[in-house]
């Protein structure tokens, strides 16, 4: 879900992304946010390739913090990912915006599957 201006210029209508990049920002940022860590769905997202390498590497860090059942801060995050080779990476995209809720984050994850 992404937020949009209706026709009256209020900011307060909800969209679906409708390309991919913005539905696997949204999936990740959602499972960051993600009150109890969705496991099995995450398992079903590996099989998923990301289409930019930022974003493949967000996933893998995600998904291995997954073991300790804990998520990742944005400082373990951000240090993870410089030393993975991406320093100063802007993650408020991930942490800031709202999530998708459970149903909504499950329909994304299927048409990402369905992409691929």
Avoid: H, W
């Avoid at 960051?32 to 998923?48: G, H, I, N, T, W």
């Avoid at 951000?78 to 459970?102: C, E, H, K, M, N």
């Amino acid at each position: 879900m992404i937020s949009a201006k209706d026709n009256t210029g209020k900011q307060d209508v909800q969209q679906a992304p409708t390309d991919p990049a913005a539905l696997e920002q949204a999936v990740l940022r959602s499972l960051f946010q993600a009150a109890s860590f969705p496991e099995p769905l995450v398992e079903r997202l590996a099989r998923y390739q990301f289409g930019e390498p930022l974003r493949q590497v967000i996933f893998e860090e995600l998904r291995g913090s997954c073991a300790t059942s804990r998520g990742l801060t944005r400082t373990e995050l951000q240090s993870r990912l410089t030393r993975r080779g991406f320093p100063d990476v802007d993650l408020a995209p991930y942490y800031d915006l709202p999530a998708l809720p459970g149903p909504e984050l499950e329909d994304a994850v299927n048409q990402l599957l369905d992409l691929d």
